[in-house]
């Protein structure tokens, strides 16, 4: 035993080179992978952190310590730096990364100096974001609809730079994967071989391709208007505000589907994997993703039943919309059905991946809600969107993102993790996202608008505890990252398979060589198929 | 206060279409939501991993005809649903009768007006304090019948701004160079409160509102009223005693309609001016010499006015036109240049007579 | 773990390789097409609010330079075709050649549009800000005015992917003179060639919407 792990001491794997420049140089895709992820979480602490501070101020009516300006600053910033820094790059691009090459029994992307562009790229847009602070914060709120937004000025400009500069990071990324999937696979491994996380990051990469571009063109318009003075979206200069939202949400919209389509591919992996069973319904999974990242594309229009458009228009919009609840549906049976019969260990990534599908579903029916042309009038722009979003956004894609952190922990560095720690702070995430997002729906369905600086004294109640649940989140994720930081450096060495995975990343040593593989496989078993010992 | 435990009270005819859509969807989640968690709670607790069994589960890994069956069942109601929102729709967005009554609302940065094809005209302001404020805070924006079809034409003076009456279920955004419509008919008398609902800067949370829907006697009274008379007392007075005007007794109301002929041709432009001042401008501007948002109007008229830029101006006739309706133009040294304009709000009249008001505040 | 490594013999190790490059191409073309197709829905959308005021606009582009452009354009994707067939069969000269000569008749078409034609627009006051662009607002010419925003805001993001594919056949002439390429190597003289060849389809749906409007 003690020869075993000197010998596994001796290992190369692609963390032994530590200068500096071999880090912001490298053309190693895991590499790559882990400057994303840590250039993301950085932004997730500042983005909680400022829902944490215009929490406190909500938690009681009247001004308690900020201005509605400083209040709508914190609101915008928090949705922009979460949304575009944190979400959607933060599985695809940190974990797909890092996992999608392994899985397909590649030594890399398809376009490994794309790829570092790709980062730097990314590094740039958030750079960008924080520098338009000094021309001052915006507060347009993250979806930046004129004419408000229209004539503010440099600091409009600077932040649809950025978000340009990032929507290219996103467009290379997705084509780099799309690429890789179809040219690199090792010999043997059918399409109907791959790991589920690989047809997620595959429909996910499609839908960057084809959404993000729009992202582009809008965002450049919008700060054309602020820098150069065209009218196309402001009606005093003829333009129209309504055209404004229609291109912001072709984006908007599939751009959601970006951010929970990984997500899905994660739970498939967690649920399978930690209940040592094949994942029940493997083409349906996958067809869904694909049928979901299509659906996506039709459906922008829910965002703006009272914003101007056509009666027929709005009927439309609203029927297409319902189309997507079927295939997530499926999933959720799919997941369900695979625990049946498993050998369910609670583990945290397995915690994680359970309580994703309780929340998922929570946020997913209320999607329901807003789908329909009846009840969506009356709860649009309130605070039953915000606890939707939220549900699926936070519950469903952070928890999906916690899962794989902690499921991957173990080949990312060779570590464990502590498993103590680490369901602590699943506890605290699951209880505190409850409390903090609940309420939003009750409030919403009794009125409450969102983006409100203050509200009457009457929604009182349930504002507190929402408060004290953003607290409870607050505790559960640096609970969490401390866990995995400390784990990182200090965790006990983890063996190259703790789980018992099938796919081809648990068949290489932990922490993995730069190379990958001594020598690329040739698969002919599936990612799921377990054996009986 | 009217807060409900969930959804508001239903105030409008076809609030109980909106609610039906709700409750389906409600209910047939709540199905799915109680099957798959207690699927899931049954399976982790029977087919839990036992200590020291590293076995693998059943290797099954589909059932095409199950998973076919649960995908045609989600389909279905899906349609269900949508069927149902589409009913709730088609009530809010097609009147079943031509309107009775038609009024145009503008919304602006931040507050509302309405304006009445006679010219019966209600502005409502921002709330500008940092106390708390409850929905009795919130003035009346609209008159309308109980029990009869109104339109509403909705546009915007600046940015999207979105008109919202929770318990009649009914939103609708206004948008600055096009015109909206929305319509509802209000079940009962009451107030009903109005919120702006599409995010338009600092003070989006603090411009609401109200529906004062009027039994049908009031509701005439209302109508008869001559537009300017109603604009000076009226559009200006609390709640409490519009509804103590408009249910007085058929003498009295003679009475008090002539008064107010009298009283607003005894009224002095400056007793005019406040009125009006107290609902539109008080909120910033004390008339006390007390600290505010504003500079006080104490003393104001006729002093010189040190301004941020360091010029000095006398504060005349001139300057307080300019500061209502260009606000931005000159601001006082030591406040914020947050003052909204009344350009469009305010007749002439209105002006010269808030600043008689103000003259009288020595 | 060792049960999936079942063979033996050293396996082909995997590539992008040409067909993978040109795939990326492809789909990063796509992208390209579809962030010129919001700008296009704009114009389309204000062509149907503003068609008389379109029509009014339009005269004051010259439609002669325009269509001299236009060959301009047509001519150096002519060039880079065969540009593309000279590295593919191995003819180092004409290869050298034609990627000059596309970079002369592009570098021609960003001279043709920001020396004589975008003057000529900010001399006459018609570009966003400019004196007779606010005149026209102000005196309810609106469609006149979005007319002008979206030919600056289309031609110059159609300039700018000229611009850089100017600068990328400049790189790819660099390589072509140190004889990087060859019948056995080409691929990225062909997928530059895809890049070019977009550029110059996007002109040809943009000339006829803003030079020849009836």
């Known amino acids: 035993m003690e020869a075993k792990l000197q010998e596994i001491e001796k290992r190369k794997t692609y963390l032994d080179e530590k200068s500096l420049k071999s880090w912001l140089f490298t053309l190693d895709h895991k590499r790559i992978g882990l400057m994303y992820l840590f250039t993301s979480l950085v932004f997730f602490l500042v983005g909680g952190l400022f829902a944490i501070i215009f929490r406190t101020e909500l938690a009681f009516p009247g001004k308690q310590f900020i201005s509605p300006e400083v209040h709508n600053i914190l609101f915008t910033l928090h949705g922009a730096l979460l949304i575009f820094l944190v979400i959607i790059p933060l599985i695809p691009s940190a974990l797909g990364n890092f996992f999608l090459p392994i899985m397909v029994g590649a030594r890399d992307v398809a376009f490994p100096r794309i790829n570092l562009l790709s980062y730097w790229l990314f590094f740039t847009g958030a750079v960008l974001l924080l520098l338009s602070l000094l021309f001052g914060p915006i507060d347009t709120g993250w979806t930046f609809y004129t004419p408000y937004s229209a004539n503010k000025g440099l600091n409009v400009f600077i932040v649809s730079l950025a978000i340009f500069i990032l929507g290219m990071s996103s467009i290379l990324t997705g084509m780099n994967f799309i690429v890789t999937v179809h040219k690199l696979r090792a010999p043997g491994l059918t399409w109907g071989k791959l790991p589920l996380f690989v047809w997620a990051i595959y429909a996910t990469s499609l839908v960057q391709l084809l959404a993000t571009p729009v992202l582009g063109i809008t965002l450049l318009l919008l700060g054309m208007e602020n820098l150069l003075g065209i009218g196309f979206f402001d009606p005093a200069k003829g333009g129209d505000p309504v055209l404004f939202q229609h291109l912001f949400w072709f984006y908007s919209h599939p751009a959601v589907y970006i951010m929970i389509l990984p997500a899905f591919g994660v739970i498939s992996e967690l649920v399978s994997v930690h209940s040592r069973k094949p994942i029940f319904g493997y083409w349906f999974i996958a067809a869904s993703s694909l049928a979901i990242a299509f659906i996506g594309f039709i459906v922008w229009g829910h965002h703006m039943f009272v914003a101007g458009m056509s009666p027929i228009a709005d009927i439309i919009f609203s029927f297409l919309t319902y189309f997507v609840a079927v295939p997530t549906a499926v999933k959720i049976f799919n997941w369900t059905a695979t625990l049946y019969k498993g050998k369910i260990s609670f583990t945290t990534p397995m915690l994680y991946a359970l309580g994703f599908i309780s929340l998922f579903l929570i946020g997913g029916l209320t999607g329901l809600f807003l789908a329909n042309l009846g009840t969506d009038i009356h709860l649009h722009d309130t605070y039953f969107v915000v606890g939707h979003f939220h549900y699926v956004m936070v519950g469903a894609a952070v928890f999906a993102f916690f899962g794989a952190l902690f499921h991957w922990l173990p080949k990312m560095f060779g570590r464990m993790y502590n498993e103590k720690w680490a369901k602590i702070g699943w506890f605290f995430n699951f209880v505190g996202f409850n409390l903090a997002f609940f309420p939003h729906f009750i409030l919403g369905i009794q009125g409450m608008p969102r983006r409100y600086w203050d509200y009457p004294a009457e929604f009182q109640g349930l504002h507190f505890a929402s408060t004290v649940g953003a607290y409870f989140i607050a505790l559960g994720a640096l609970i969490s990252l401390a866990v995995f930081i400390h784990a990182m450096f200090k965790g006990e060495r983890a063996s190259d398979n703790p789980w018992g995975g099938k796919s081809l990343e648990w068949t290489i040593p932990s922490p993995p060589p730069t190379e990958n593989f001594e020598k690329i496989p040739v698969v002919e078993e599936g990612p799921y198929d377990f054996v009986k010992h | 206060m009217w807060i409900s435990a969930l959804l508001p009270e239903r105030a409008s005819d076809y609030a109980v279409h909106v609610d039906t859509a709700f409750w389906i969807t409600f209910f047939l989640s709540l199905i799915f939501f109680v099957i798959i968690n207690f699927a899931i709670l049954v399976f982790i607790i029977k087919y839990r991993r036992r200590k020291g069994d590293e076995e693998p589960g059943a290797p099954i890994s589909h059932n095409t005809p199950l998973e076919i069956v649960w995908t045609i069942i989600p389909t279905i109601l899906i349609f269900v649903i949508f069927w149902f929102g589409f009913k709730a729709y088609a009530e809010i967005k097609w009147m079943r009768e031509k309107p009775k009554y038609e009024i145009r609302i503008t919304a602006r940065q931040w507050g509302w007006t309405a304006e009445y094809s006679d010219g019966k005209k209600l502005i409502t302001g921002t709330i500008k304090d940092d106390r708390f404020i409850t929905t009795k805070d919130f003035q009346p924006i609209i008159f309308v019948p109980a029990g009869e079809p109104v339109q509403l034409v909705l546009t915007s003076q600046d940015v999207i701004h979105s008109f919202y009456v929770p318990e009649f279920r009914v939103k609708y955004d206004a948008i600055p160079g096009r015109y909206t419509k929305i319509w509802f008919q209000a079940k009962k008398p009451g107030e009903y409160e109005v919120f702006c609902t599409e995010y338009c800067g600092a003070w989006h949370s603090r411009m609401p509102a109200k529906v004062l829907a009027l039994p049908p006697k009031q509701f005439e009274r209302f109508l008869k009223l001559p537009p300017d008379k109603f604009n000076n007392t009226l559009a200006n007075m609390p709640i409490d005693s519009i509804y103590a005007v408009l249910n007085l007794s058929d003498e009295e109301f003679e009475k008090w309609s002539g008064a107010q002929e009298k009283l607003l041709l005894a009224m002095s432009p400056a007793e005019r001016g406040k009125l009006i001042s107290q609902r539109l401008c008080q909120s910033c501007h004390s008339f006390d010499g007390s600290q505010g948002i504003g500079p006080t109007w104490k003393g104001l008229f006729g002093s010189e006015r040190i301004l941020a830029d360091g010029k000095r101006v006398l504060a005349d006739e001139n300057y307080i036109r300019e500061s209502i309706l260009q606000p931005g133009e000159k601001i006082v040294k030591g406040f914020q240049p947050v003052m909204p304009s009344f350009q469009g709000q305010l007749s002439e009249e209105q002006i010269s007579d808030i600043i008689e008001f103000i003259k009288s505040l020595k | ?214």
């Open chain 3, 1 to 214: 773990m060792e049960q999936v490594l079942k063979s033996h013999h050293e396996v082909e190790e995997k590539h992008a390789g040409l067909e993978g490059a040109k795939m990326g191409m492809w789909l990063f073309l796509f992208t390209e097409l579809l962030l010129f197709g919001g700008l296009f829905a704009a114009y389309a959308v204000f062509h149907t609010v503003y068609s008389k005021d379109f029509e009014i606009a339009h005269h004051h582009l010259d439609r002669v330079i325009g269509f001299i452009n236009t060959l301009v354009l047509i001519t150096s994707s002519l060039t880079m075709a065969l540009a593309v067939w000279s590295a593919q069969t191995n003819r180092r000269g004409l290869l050298n050649l034609f990627l000059f000569l596309t970079i002369l008749l592009g570098t021609t078409f960003l001279v043709v549009k920001l020396a004589v034609e975008w003057p000529v627009k900010f001399a006459e006051g018609l570009y966003p800000g400019g004196k007779e662009f606010n005149h026209l607002l102000q005196e309810g010419h609106k469609g006149q005015a979005i007319f002008f925003s979206l030919y600056f805001m289309l031609t110059g993001l159609h300039g700018l992917h000229v611009l850089v594919g100017v600068i990328v056949l400049l790189g790819i002439l660099f390589l072509a003179l140190r004889n990087t390429f060859s019948s056995e190597y080409y691929g990225p003289v062909e997928v530059s060639g895809l890049y070019w060849h977009l550029v110059d389809l996007i002109w040809i749906y943009l000339f006829p919407l803003f030079y020849l409007i009836k």
